[in-house]
C-alpha cells in the first residue's frame, strides 16, 4: 500500500466516509487493511474524530485523513474524498462496512475482467443488529444481500462501489462537491453506461439506528432524492409525478420484499422487522410526494 505522491496516480484509491463511531472506522479500516496483496491509497473523509484526528494519523500513518468539524453528510464526505482520490479506480465505503479480506483484490480483478466503469458488490448484514438496524438494512440493502446476482444490474450499492476514474466526468454536477450515488448513476444510464454487479466484492454492513431518527431520515432522503431529480422539471411534470407517488409504497414494498423472497433468507427478521419497514416506506413515499411539489427544501443538508 502507498499514498500519491503529487501529480502521480495508483492503481486504487479507497475512499471511506466516516460518519459514525471513531470504533467503528477502526474495524473498518483493519479490514481493508488485511488485503496486503496490492499498492493502493486510503483516503478517509471524517466527520466523528475531531480533535483526535492527529492521533488516529499515528496509528494508521499509511491513511490520508480529510478533516470536517461538525456533523457532515454522507455525500459531502464521499465527494471530498473523491476529489482527493488519486486512483485510476476509485472505491467507495464508509466506516460501518467490514470488508472482506480480498475486497481489493475482488475490485482490481473485476475492473481487469470487464469494461463496465461502475462496479457494485454484495452487501451482507451483521446479524446480532436491533430491528432498526434489520428495517434499515431490507430498505437499503436488501437487493444486494448474497447471493446477489452478477452481471449487467438497474442499481449499485453506495457503500461498496467501485468506480474508473475517467467516467466521473460524466454527470458531474453529482460528484463535486457532493456525490449523489443514484442520481449519478441514473445520469449514466440515461447516457448508455451500464452498471455491473459482482458479488465477490463483499462487505458486512452494520449501522445502528434509534427508531426515531431513522423514520425522519427516510423522510428527508425521499425529498431531497425527488427534489433533486425534478429540480428542472416544469411545475406540471412535478404535479402528475406527486399524484402518481400513491403507488410509491406498493412499488417499494415490493422492490424490498422480492430480494428477501427470492434468495430465501431473514424472512424471520424480515417479518419482525416489517412494522418499521412498512412505516419507512411511507415516510420516503411522503418525501418523495413534497420533494415533487416543493422541491428539495432543507431537506439535503439534514440527512447522514
Known amino acids: ?20 463511531s471513531p470504533a467503528d472506522l477502526k474495524n473498518c479500516l483493519e479490514s481493508i487493511f488485511a488485503d496486503k496483496n496490492e499498492a493502493f491509497e ?5 466527520c466523528c474524530l475531531k480533535e483526535k484526528t492527529a492521533r488516529w494519523s499515528k496509528q494508521f500513518p499509511a491513511v490520508e485523513f480529510i478533516e470536517f468539524p461538525a456533523k457532515t453528510s454522507f455525500s459531502k464526505l464521499l465527494g471530498a474524498g473523491i476529489n482527493r482520490a488519486s486512483g485510476e479506480i476509485i472505491a467507495i465505503t464508509d466506516s460501518s462496512c ?10 482490481l ?63 458531474a454536477e453529482f460528484v463535486e462537491p457532493e456525490f449523489w450515488k443514484t442520481l449519478w448513476c441514473r445520469r449514466l444510464q440515461a447516457e448508455g453506461i451500464e452498471l455491473f454487479s459482482e458479488p465477490a466484492i463483499s462487505v458486512s454492513w452494520r449501522k445502528t439506528d434509534e427508531l426515531l431518527p431513522f423514520l425522519v431520515q427516510r423522510f428527508y432522503k425521499g425529498r431531497c432524492f425527488a427534489g433533486m431529480r425534478f429540480a428542472k422539471e416544469t411545475f406540471s411534470k412535478r404535479v402528475f409525478y406527486a399524484a402518481g407517488s400513491v403507488f410509491l409504497p406498493a412499488v417499494f414494498f415490493v422492490r424490498t420484499a422480492a430480494p428477501v423472497l427470492r434468495r430465501k433468507r431473514f424472512f424471520g427478521k424480515f417479518l419482525l422487522s416489517l412494522p418499521i419497514i412498512v412505516l419507512a416506506i411511507v415516510l420516503w413515499s411522503i418525501g418523495e410526494t413534497t420533494g415533487f411539489l416543493a422541491g428539495t427544501g432543507m431537506s439535503c443538508r439534514r440527512i447522514d
Not at 1 to 20: D, I, P, R, W
Not at 98 to 107: C, G, M
Not at 137 to 145: A, G, I, K, Q, R
Open 109 to 171: 480483478q473485476a475492473h481487469k475482467t470487464t469494461d463496465t466503469p461502475v462496479i457494485g458488490g454484495s452487501v451482507e448484514m451483521n446479524e446480532n443488529g436491533s430491528l432498526t438496524d434489520w428495517a434499515t438494512y431490507f430498505c437499503d440493502y436488501s437487493e444486494f444481500m448474497p447471493p446477489a446476482q452478477r452481471g449487467v444490474v438497474s442499481v449499485v450499492p453506495g457503500n461498496n462501489l467501485s468506480i474508473k476514474r475517467e467516467i466521473l466526468q460524466s454527470g
Open 42 to 46: 486510503i483516503i478517509v473523509a471524517d
Open 98 to 107: 467490514i470488508v472482506a479480506d480480498d475486497w481489493i483484490s475482488s475490485i
Open 1 to 20: 500500500m502507498k499514498s500519491a505522491n503529487a501529480g502521480e496516480t495508483v492503481k486504487l484509491s479507497v475512499v471511506v466516509a466516516s460518519l459514525n
